[in-house]
């Protein structure tokens, strides 16, 4: 059966500091990745998907960038965090019939 | 592109009773719709979906309509109890997109009062 990953499962981080995430499928291949940010109380935004390796589309212009370096690996990375980054990162993946699972999340705090 | 609405924000029931979230869509192209639950601090969990194929599917006390025509699917939850005290999510995609994005709803804040 597929399973996702992501870690690490809680961060606190100063402004200004890097940033990665990682997130990991496990049980398909090819799959379509996605990156969503919540803030607290709120819905999902949609922040990048992959189709491939390689393959970044970004939906919101802002200071991430995700990359894909092999087919299963999805990563949310930044150069500088700023105070209005803090919020609950997701992963998703899908496969051909559009269904998304989303994965246990990252709790990001920005001080 | 796709908008996704979702009325109401919040939702209060008494146990047992049932309780309805309505959400409507802008793109006719859109053929998938699934609804997720969110507990608190947990991840989104994907309780029943449906396709443009059929107009209803029930799974136990959970049931999700689409009016087509309408642009508008609803999900229904009989009977509820406290433990389906949640955020509930709609969503909308169309299988033409080959990302296959999910456009969201703004979410409602069940809550099941005992």
């Known amino acids: 059966s597929q399973t996702i990953h992501q870690w690490p499962a809680t961060l606190v981080q100063p402004v200004g500091s890097p940033l990665s995430l990682e997130c990991t499928v496990e049980g398909t291949s090819n799959p379509n990745l996605y990156w969503y940010r919540q803030a607290a109380g709120r819905g999902l935004q949609l922040l990048f998907y992959?189709?491939?390796?390689?393959?970044i589309s970004s939906e919101v212009p802002q200071n991430l960038s995700a990359s894909r370096p092999q087919d299963r690996q999805f990563i949310l990375s930044s150069k500088k965090l700023l105070l209005s980054d803090s919020g609950f990162y997701l992963c998703?993946?899908?496969?051909?019939?559009?269904?998304?699972?989303f994965g246990p999340g990252t709790r990001l705090l920005v001080l | 592109g796709e908008n996704v609405e979702q009325h109401p924000s919040t939702l209060s029931v008494q146990e047992g009773d049932s309780a309805v979230i309505k959400c409507t869509y802008s793109?006719?192209?859109?053929?998938?719709f699934p609804w997720y639950k969110q507990e608190l601090g947990k991840r989104p969990q994907l309780i029943i979906d449906i396709r443009s194929n059929v107009g209803e599917k029930k799974d136990q006390r959970i049931a999700v309509t689409l009016n087509k025509t309408a642009k508008h699917f609803s999900l229904h939850i009989t009977e509820t109890q406290p433990e389906d005290s949640a955020v509930y999510f709609c969503?909308?995609?169309?299988?033409?997109?080959?990302?296959?994005?999910?456009?969201f709803g703004s979410g409602t804040r069940l809550l099941v009062r005992p």
């Open positions: 998703a993946w899908s496969v051909s019939e559009g269904t998304q699972y």
């Open positions: 793109d006719s192209a859109s053929n998938y």
């Open positions: 992959s189709v491939g390796i390689g393959q």
């Open positions: 969503a909308a995609s169309s299988d033409m997109d080959s990302s296959y994005k999910l456009i």
